[in-house]
């Protein structure tokens, strides 16, 4: 498993950004995909997921702003983000926990910068 994420940057607040990720190695089956946050002296913390049944879970606070899709045959997940706020800065976090063994997978991170 090699997961390459994509489409961070800068943008205003209420503002709309997407990320990408793609696993470029080779998996069985995965057991959920999605993305996690992390801002300095904080743990990381689940954004949103996308299940392998295809059921999404969200973060309470990016509920109705940001929507997680997926396309299991290319092992990638995209986020769409929107309406910003400043507190969704952070580095964002590509993961993948596979199905046979659970063992968890994270991308290389990417900066999300929202500015006033």
């Known amino acids: 498993v090699q997961l390459q994420a994509s489409g961070g940057g800068l943008v205003q607040t209420g503002g709309s950004l997407g990320l990408s990720c793609v696993n470029t190695?080779?998996?069985?089956?995965?057991?959920?995909m999605g993305w996690y946050r992390q801002t300095p002296g904080k743990e990381r913390e689940l954004v949103a997921r996308i299940n392998s049944d295809g059921s999404t879970n969200y973060a309470d606070f990016v509920k109705g702003r940001f929507t997680i899709s997926g396309d299991s045959a290319q092992n990638t997940v995209y986020l769409q983000m929107s309406s910003l706020r400043s507190e969704d800065t952070a580095v964002y976090y590509c993961h993948l926990n596979t199905w046979a063994t659970r063992k968890n997978y994270w991308g290389q991170g990417t900066q999300v910068t929202v500015s006033s």
């Open positions: 190695g080779t998996i069985a089956r995965i057991n959920r």
